[in-house]
């Protein structure tokens, strides 16, 4: 048997949101602090994302949610993973998109909400890995804001701290 190390086997859960979203076209940034430890990186092992909408958006003929975690805590942009791009921060991301179907018998159209879940799980052989905190940004596009009951995002991230070299911590910083 290997030798055992302090944060062996142990997950560790992060949960957040994004605050209620009060406006359209602009980005909720929340930081992801992971308390890692020295000499420690943590491996991202599963991601769920929430999007908590409410019957104020009933009325919305579009409405669209984007979110993204991203491994770089200085990044309070990115929402998606960049298009033909391979050098980027963005582990995972969410999309949401919610259309209103007309019907000439029914002035406000039909209309159901279903607050979505989405999960994604990282297998092992997958390295998902940071030694820095992360970040989750959300942007949405259409929705009804200024309610009562803001719409938001949630994020819960599943993830285990391992041990790492010298040579890989300073990899995965930049220094060599």
């Not at 359209?24 to 092992?45: M, S």
């Not at 279903?114 to 942007?139: G, K």
């Amino acid at each position: 048997m290997g030798k055992s190390e302090l944060y062996d086997d142990i997950f560790f859960v992060w949960k957040g949101n994004s605050g209620a979203i009060s406006s359209n076209d602009g980005i909720f940034t929340e930081i992801v602090d992971f308390q890692i430890p020295r000499g420690y990186a943590i491996r991202v092992r599963k991601v769920i994302v929430d999007f908590q909408i409410n019957a104020d958006q009933a009325d919305q003929e579009y409405f669209r949610m984007l979110t993204a975690l991203v491994l770089d805590p200085d990044d309070e942009t990115s929402t998606q993973i960049p298009t033909f791009t391979i050098d980027h921060d963005v582990c995972a991301d969410f999309a949401f998109e919610f259309f209103r179907i007309e019907e000439d018998t029914t002035p406000n159209g039909i209309s159901g909400l279903t607050s979505r879940r989405t999960e994604i799980v990282f297998p092992e052989e997958l390295d998902v890995v940071s030694i820095r905190n992360a970040r989750v940004n959300t942007i949405v596009g259409g929705m009804a804001v200024g309610g009562d009951n803001e719409a938001q995002t949630r994020m819960t991230i599943y993830f285990t701290y391992e041990k790492v070299s010298t040579s890989l911590y300073e990899k995965l910083l930049g220094i060599k």
